[in-house]
């Protein structure tokens, strides 16, 4: 089992690299997809701070079904090309939403939301699903965090069996 001691001291780039290889230690051997997504949400949950929700939606469809992840209770589905997670669905790109308020079609699961990232999970071009992460207060995501979570989405990849979900 792995534990992940994040040290507030260290730069954030150290820390999403010292959570990379958090990741490739706790899913290392384990080759069953929920139980990995699953790890990896808790992972995060763990290691993040100042956020409020943080899971996975995958693709089923043209929908976004909610699977693990961290925190309150969630919208179940959501359709590719809306909200934050399915407009970077849609989009294949990362969202960093800076005030989820002024987010044209912002679904608010969780009101207590105020800022949102969404990584989108591309497996060889085709979509599998996205990384979602709320917080609770404006901007408190940036181009770091971008970096950091599309480098864990990256570690995770290869180690999902996407057909068995």
Known sequence: MSQVQSDPSLPRAQRYRDLESALESLLEGESDALANLSNAAALLAQSLDRINWCGFYLLRGEELVLGPFQGKPACVRISVGKGVCGTAAAR???????????FPGHIACDPASRSEIVVPILENGALRGVLDVDAPEPARFDEEDRTGLERFVAVLIPRVAWGRL
């Open 92 to 102: 294949r790109a990362t969202l960093v939403v800076p005030d989820v308020s002024r």
